[in-house]
């Protein structure tokens, strides 16, 4: 395990495997992740650990040969690479689903209500008291979101809207849905950008997201509406983000995932009109139990010789 997962976790991989956990938090050196390959039959990785086509070549004669991501997210993994030295690749989708989406309505409601910003002002000491105008947001009942990729996720949001705000769903999805709640498919992501209220982006992150949301996308936005990210922070091309938000082509963002993250830039940080969460889509004891003990499923199967159940 290439981080401290939570007790119940390595309980469970100790009981089948001989475990060793990496005791700290940040990603992976290059040198560990060359390591990671040649010392041990199966891994645990996760977010910033970047098996990059290089780490793979660095060690061609690897005992690895699972890769068994905690995260449903795997684009830190180039995947046709591990494949190529024989690697599997497994994630845990569906673990991760509900609070994710959880975190997405969060965002939406924060940014369109203004929560950070009112909260801020009363913790400076600053709130002279409650007036009729003060503070004032963006209701979101009977508004219309617009989902950027109708997967797990984003049908878990556009639920989330549909029953519990009265909102009307719009999507921009490669192929058409077939879901189980009204939602109109949008043939292209500036169409949808232009009709939408809150634009809320749950595509995997990779290559063909990368900057999917730029000047053009942004631009077709309506100035009363707000964007809110739980994707992957490169889906979103920060620079144009910076400049939508600062010359007001947009009214505020939602963010729990940055291009650079750790880093957020100090322009974001300086604004009021956006949320910055440090990547909390899935920080629940529970969900990041459920995520472990996927992994764990994973690396029992493989290992039994069975088909892993979360193949990548
Ligand atoms: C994880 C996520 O906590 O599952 C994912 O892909 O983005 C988060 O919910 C983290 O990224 C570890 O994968």
Redesign the pocket.
Known sequence: MTRPLPERVQAAARAMFDLTVRPITTPMTEAEMRASLSDFDGVVP??GDLYTPAIFAAVPDQRCRLLAN????YNHIDVSAAREAGITVTN?PGA?TDA?ADVALTLMLMSARRAGEGERLLRAGKWEGWHPTQLLGLHLGGKTVGIVGMGRIGQAIARRCHFGFGMSVAYHSRSPKDLDFPARRLETLEALAAAVDVLVLAVPGGAETHHLINAEVLAAMQPHAHLVNIARGNVVEEAALIHALQSGQIAGAGLDVYEFEPAVPEALIAMENVVLLP?I??AALEVREDMGLMSVANLKAFFAGETPPNLV
């Open positions: 996760t977010l905690f995260g449903v997210g845990t991760v994710t990547h889509g899935t």
